[in-house]
């Protein structure tokens, strides 16, 4: 699964140097933090309203941009996907409720 994660991931990396006319990603990076984030709030709505519908197919395609628009913000942030896929590592097996307490907040 995270094979397509990582092509992704490198296309993105990519469209850091394209010009903001030749690529949406580009003119993201070129907005900022607030209008990825902006991006990633209304495909979560998306994903919600999507799953209120009860429409599977629907959700697939909210998800995949909500996924898609989370990977433009990692991108942008210079975090790697491998570090999320180790972080998700790290709590296999934990319960929760295990994993809530043993961070440090």
Known sequence: MDDILIKLEQVLEQRKSAKTDESYVSTL?????DEILKKIAE????????????ANDKIIHEVADLW???????CFKEI??????????????????????????
Not at 29 to 33: E, F, P, W
Not at 99 to 104: D, F, S, V
């Open 68 to 74: 898609f628009h989370t990977l433009v913000l990692l």
């Open 29 to 33: 990076y070129n907005k900022g933090t």
């Open 43 to 54: 495909e979560s709505a998306e994903v919600i309203m999507a799953t209120k519908d009860g």
């Open 80 to 105: 790697k996907v491998d570090q999320i896929t180790n972080e998700l590592s790290r709590r296999f097996g934990l319960s929760g409720f295990q994993e809530k307490a043993n961070r440090n907040n």
